[in-house]
């Protein structure tokens, strides 16, 4: 049977940490938290469980998980946020995987829930995620906030993992609205240090495009006033981040003129 190590990264996950914990102490052979100096019980809680736990100023999204990884012992993990959990299908999934190990990665489902509701439709199900991987054949990429696993050698085989990640996201509109404005601006410098561009076409277009896809096609009205919601936000937080992302290159501008 081959060996999983449990790998999360935190800062401030005092409503949700425990739950994350509970369902991989049975899962996995070790946990790895690396949290990001947090100032509430994050750190207390965890200390409570048989993990291992770093303190390391937040390095980015993908640059700290990417650092989590290398902290693991074994090279078979599973990745979590604070914020998420191993529904119980998905516990027996991997459970069964230690024994069968076929494929560099696996997929899994993720459930979200906001405000209390089970999201099923638009663009947050069955959001899957590459999660339980080999760590020698793959790492966290992507375009902050926005992250992902990708695997070194993209012909690779992928499988998939009965059961979902349960990602406890968001419990008010303030949670979601203010984080709208933090991750738009996170990913309007990251755009911005890639040198993409920010036209109005895309101010206009983007945004539009992102509510109609998540609301119409992906059935997000089917979620009632919170699909409406989600759908909106994701509109919003387009348009923000290409508002914004407009903004940095104007100042660009700006700061370059007054030094000739």
Not at 11 to 36: A, Q, T
Not at 71 to 77: F, K, L, W
Not at 93 to 118: A, M, P, V
Not at 239 to 247: E, M, N, P, Q, V
Request: charged fraction near 25%; glycine fraction near 4%; proline fraction near 1%.
């Amino acid at each position: 049977m081959l060996k999983l190590s449990g790998v999360i990264i935190t800062y401030n996950e005092e409503r949700n940490i425990e739950r994350c914990l509970r369902s991989l102490i049975d899962i996995v052979d070790e946990i790895i938290v690396v949290d990001s100096f947090s100032t509430d019980k994050t750190k207390t809680i965890c200390q409570s469980f048989n993990v291992t736990f770093i303190e390391q100023k937040f390095l980015g999204y993908i640059e700290q998980k990417n650092f989590a990884l290398d902290q693991a012992s074994y090279n078979y993990v599973i990745s979590l946020d604070g914020d998420e959990a191993l529904s119980e299908t998905l516990q027996k999934s991997i459970l069964q995987l230690k024994n069968n190990w076929e494929f560099d990665g696996y997929f899994t489902n993720r459930l979200n829930n906001f405000c209390g509701q089970w999201i099923k439709y638009s663009d947050w199900y069955p959001n899957r995620k590459l999660r339980v991987f080999d760590k020698t054949k793959a790492k966290w990429t992507g375009i902050n906030p926005h992250d992902y696993v990708q695997l070194h050698n993209v012909k690779s085989e992928v499988g998939h993992l009965e059961g979902d990640i349960l990602h406890w996201t968001y419990q008010t509109y303030k949670e979601i609205d203010d984080k709208s404005h933090y991750f738009s601006s996170i990913a309007s410098k990251a755009y911005f240090d890639e040198g993409i561009t920010a036209s109005l076409f895309k101010l206009i277009w983007n945004p539009s495009w992102a509510f109609f896809k998540a609301f119409i096609l992906r059935l997000g009205f089917l979620d009632g006033k919170n699909g409406f919601r989600i759908c909106y936000q994701t509109g919003k937080i387009t348009f923000l981040k290409y508002k914004k992302l407009r903004a940095l290159y104007k100042s660009s501008v700006k700061t370059t003129s007054s030094r000739t």
